[in-house]
């Protein structure tokens, strides 16, 4: 039913220079595997197989991941490195990779617009790659995407976080439905702990409905000059509905330097079954 999903991709990394100076943050790799592919991964697991990348300068790395190396798939063939690329090929065989370029960079929810090219009049997944999930059960889109069934409309995933920390995300407050689910109410752009309107965080995974975008070409420049998708969903929850859902997993924020290193050590754990 959903089987678009939107990465927004075009962001600076200013908080992992220089390593992002000429590399894409998105291709930092967690073990052997850049974090982007784990996000595609989600999105296929959750049956996202039209994959849309708002891209900016300096990403093609992004593109050459999603393809065939031929030279270097010459170098390794008959050896067992062939078998390192399965995963990757697997990926390119099961979806479709489409880029259209946010040229400046006027926040999330203007990368977000930029996408529209690639949506379409469909409801869609959105990725932050450098939010990395793990499902308990099944992936945290996949999760989403059930839910969206049931709901009909706008999903964002939200996780508790501490109060000193909420000035670094949207914030919502709502009514709650069940344990996981609320309806919502308000939904604030990175506000002080004393301006909160409650600890439940939006993290990187969201499903819109796509008349989102009018709604955001006609919303104002927001907090720090920036088109802000919090206030276009807002807007949405107060005409319509928008869900949050507090998702079953973990999430680790890889945009910064010790939830990288976090999201390292856990996976690392997860594959050999041991600390590094
Ligand atoms: P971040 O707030 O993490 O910004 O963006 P950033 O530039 O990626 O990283 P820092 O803070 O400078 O280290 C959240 C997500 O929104 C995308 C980013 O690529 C990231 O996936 N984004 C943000 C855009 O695509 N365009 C924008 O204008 C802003």
């Not at 407050?173 to 069940?178: E, R």
Request: proline share 5%.
């Amino acid at each position: 039913m959903i089987k678009k999903c939107l990465f927004p991709v075009a962001g600076y990394g200013t908080r992992f220079l220089p390593a992002t100076k000429a590399m894409p943050k998105e291709i930092l790799p967690i073990l052997d595997k850049p974090l982007v592919q784990y996000g595609v991964e989600e999105a296929v697991e959750a049956g996202l197989t039209d994959i849309g990348f708002v891209t900016g300068r300096g990403k093609r790395a992004i593109e050459d991941h999603f393809d065939v190396s031929f030279e270097l798939e010459h170098q390794i063939a008959g050896t067992g490195k062939e078998r390192m690329l399965d995963g990757i090929r697997d990926l390119i065989e099961q979806c479709t990779f489409s880029y259209t370029r946010q040229i400046e960079m006027h926040g999330l929810g203007d990368a977000i617009l930029k996408g529209r090219t690639l949506i379409g009049d469909n409801p869609f997944g959105v990725v932050l790659a450098d939010d990395l999930c793990f499902g308990h059960t099944t992936g945290v889109l996949a999760q989403m995407v059930n839910l969206f069934r049931q709901f009909r409309c706008s999903i964002v995933a939200i996780e508790e976080v501490p109060a000193e920390d909420t000035s670094a995300y949207g914030v919502i407050a709502g009514d709650a439905i069940s344990d996981r689910l609320f309806r919502v109410t308000d939904m604030v752009e990175k506000p002080a702990p004393e301006d909160a309107p409650s600890n439940l965080a939006i993290i990187g995974r969201y499903i819109l409905t796509p008349d989102i975008f009018d709604i955001l070409d006609a919303t104002p420049v927001g907090k720090n000059g920036e088109l802000q998708i919090t206030d276009a969903l807002l807007r949405q929850a107060r005409e319509g509905c928008v869900i949050a859902y507090k998702f079953d997993g973990r999430r680790f924020d890889c945009g910064s330097i010790a939830g990288f290193v976090e999201a390292t050590n856990y996976c690392y754990k997860m594959k050999y079954g041991e600390s590094p």
